[in-house]
C-alpha cells in the first residue's frame, strides 16, 4: 500500500432506514462548504443514492460493487476517483455487516471499510432510547473486533439533554467516541418512490433544504474529530480496469437515452465506453423524434411506467429505433429499457401503453418486487455482451413482469452462501438487440464491451 494524505470514512447504519442518505448528504455539502474536494461513493449497486449524492455535492457518486466487480478493479477504480479528491465520503448499505447471504465479510459495508482500510462511523437511531444505544453498539463492536469503529454519530435526536445521556452511555460503556447528532428534520426528508428514492433532477446544492441540512450538520457534528479520526493513511492495491483496444472504438458512436424515465446508469460504465474512444451521443425516447447518428444504442433503467403514456405516443421516435434494429445497430437495454423495447406496458392502474415494439412481448407492472439482489446469468447462447458459456454478474430490482414467446436466452441464478436458492430463465436475442432485467458493471469483464464494439464496427 502507498502512502497518502487522504481522508475517508464509511457511514454504516444499524441497519436500512436510519439515515444513512440524509446524513451522507448532509456531511458531503458541509465539508464542499469547507473548501474540501469531496469524493461520494455508495457501496453496493443502488443508482438512487447516487443520483442525490452527486445532486447535493456536484461530484459524480461511484459505486463500489464487490459482487460485481474483482477486488483488484474494484481498488483500482476507487483509486483513480480519488486522485483528484481530498475525502472519500462512502454511504454504507443496510445494516454494518449486512451484505449478500449471512457472511459478513461478503458484500457488506464492513467488508468494503476493510477492503479499502477505512475507518467506519456508525449512525444509531437515538430517538425513545437512551443507555440501551450502548448495548447495541457493544454488539457492532464485538462482532467483528478487526474493524476499525471510529466512531458514533447519534440520529433523530432534537434535545441536548437527551442527547448528552445518550453520549455518555456510549462513551463509558463502549469506549468509542460520539461526534455529533442530527436532529429530525422534517422538511429535508428524502422523497421516496417505489424503487426507493425519487431521482433528483439537476445540481440541488444550492437548494435551502440542502443547506439548511449542512448548517445542522456543521452545528451538531464535529466535522474536525470527524476528519482527525479519518486518515487515509494507505491506498489500497488495484488496477483500473482494462480498455477495449482503441481500433475496436475508433470512429464509434453511441447513442443513450436519458431523460426522465431513463436515466440508471453507472458512470463508470460511460467513461469505460468514452476512454476506450467510443463518442456519446444522448437522446430523449421522450422529447426526440430521431436517433443520433450512431452504431450503438443503450436503453438503460428507469421510471418508464411513470412516462409510459408520453413514450407511448411517440410514435417517430418508435420508428427510428426499428430502422435501427432492421439496420442491425446493436441495442442494449437494461430492466425500463426492456420495458420500452416490448410491444406494450401496462401500469399500476391497469391502462395498456403500446411501447417500441421492437420485441414482441409486454410488461405488466405489479404491487410487489417481482425480483430483488444480486444474480448471475449465463449465457445459453451468444449474445451482444456474453459468448454462450459466459456469465453476466449483475443485480435486479423490479416490480414489473415481461412475457413475451421469445426464448430466453440466460439461465439466470440467485446464489446465496454456496447454495442456489433461486433458478429462472430470462434476457432476450433478437438480431443485434439484447434486453434484460439485469444491471450490469461493465468493468468486471474486458470482453462485454469488446463483443459489442465488435458488433457495432460491421455497420461502419
Not at 436510519?18 to 461513493?41: E, I, M, S, Y
Not at 453507472?266 to 456519446?280: C, K, M, S
Not at 427510428?320 to 429499457?337: S, V, W
Request: net charge neutral; hydrophobic share 40%; aromatic share 8%.
Amino acid at each position: 500500500m502507498q502512502s497518502t494524505s487522504k481522508q475517508a470514512f464509511v457511514i454504516a447504519g444499524t441497519g436500512s432506514g436510519c439515515g444513512k442518505t440524509t446524513l451522507t448528504l448532509g456531511l458531503l455539502l458541509a465539508l464542499k462548504r469547507r473548501g474540501l474536494r469531496v469524493q461520494p461513493f455508495k457501496v453496493g449497486p443502488d443508482y438512487l443514492d447516487t443520483r442525490w449524492h452527486s445532486a447535493v455535492s456536484g461530484v459524480a457518486s461511484r459505486n463500489l460493487d464487490a459482487f460485481m466487480l474483482p477486488t483488484a478493479t474494484l481498488n483500482g477504480l476507487y483509486n483513480q476517483h480519488m486522485r483528484h479528491a481530498d475525502v472519500a465520503v462512502i454511504e454504507g448499505v443496510m445494516g454494518l455487516y449486512d451484505g449478500y447471504g449471512i457472511d459478513p465479510d461478503y458484500c457488506s459495508s464492513a467488508a468494503m471499510a476493510k477492503q479499502l482500510d477505512c475507518p467506519v462511523i456508525l449512525l444509531v437511531d437515538g430517538k425513545a432510547v437512551s443507555t440501551s444505544v450502548a448495548a447495541t453498539i457493544l454488539g457492532f463492536l464485538h462482532f467483528d473486533p478487526a474493524l476499525k469503529l471510529a466512531g458514533v454519530i447519534v440520529n433523530r435526536v432534537n434535545s441536548q439533554a437527551h442527547y448528552q445521556l445518550i453520549r455518555q452511555a456510549i462513551e463509558r460503556y463502549c469506549a468509542v467516541p460520539v461526534l455529533g447528532r442530527l436532529p429530525m428534520l422534517e422538511d429535508v426528508a428524502l422523497p421516496s418512490r417505489h424503487l426507493g428514492l425519487i431521482p433528483p433532477k439537476g445540481a440541488q446544492g444550492n437548494d435551502p433544504r440542502w443547506l439548511r441540512l449542512a448548517q445542522q450538520v456543521e452545528e451538531f457534528i464535529d466535522l474536525d474529530r470527524l476528519l482527525a479520526l479519518s486518515p487515509l493513511t494507505s491506498q489500497p492495491v488495484g488496477q483500473p480496469p482494462v480498455l477495449a483496444a482503441p481500433a475496436l472504438a475508433e470512429g464509434l458512436t453511441l447513442a443513450l437515452a436519458e431523460d426522465e424515465a431513463f436515466n440508471f446508469y453507472y458512470p463508470d460504465n460511460l467513461e469505460l465506453l468514452e476512454q476506450a474512444g467510443v463518442r456519446i451521443q444522448r437522446f430523449s425516447p421522450l422529447h426526440d423524434s430521431r436517433l443520433p447518428d450512431c452504431q450503438m444504442i443503450y436503453l438503460g433503467g428507469g421510471y418508464p411506467e411513470v412516462h409510459a403514456a408520453k413514450l407511448a405516443v411517440n410514435l417517430p421516435m418508435h420508428t427510428a429505433l426499428h430502422a435501427a434494429h432492421r439496420q442491425q445497430i446493436p441495442i442494449y437495454a437494461e430492466c425500463g429499457g426492456l420495458m420500452y423495447l416490448g410491444s406494450g406496458l401496462t401500469d399500476s392502474a391497469g391502462e395498456r401503453h403500446p411501447m417500441s415494439g421492437i420485441l414482441p412481448g409486454e410488461s405488466r407492472m405489479g404491487e410487489r418486487l417481482t425480483r430483488f439482489g444480486y444474480c448471475q446469468w449465463q449465457a445459453s447462447t451468444d449474445t451482444l455482451l456474453a459468448a454462450r458459456g459466459e456469465t453476466l454478474l449483475g443485480h435486479e430490482f423490479h416490480y414489473s413482469d415481461f412475457t413475451t414467446p421469445l426464448p430466453p436466452v440466460f439461465d439466470c441464478a440467485k446464489w446465496r452462501d454456496g447454495v442456489a436458492v433461486q433458478r429462472w430463465s430470462g434476457g432476450y436475442q433478437l438480431g443485434r438487440t439484447q434486453a434484460g432485467y439485469l444491471h450490469v458493471h461493465f468493468a468486471q469483464r474486458p470482453g462485454m464491451l469488446e463483443r459489442w464494439l465488435m458488433a457495432a464496427r460491421s455497420v461502419l
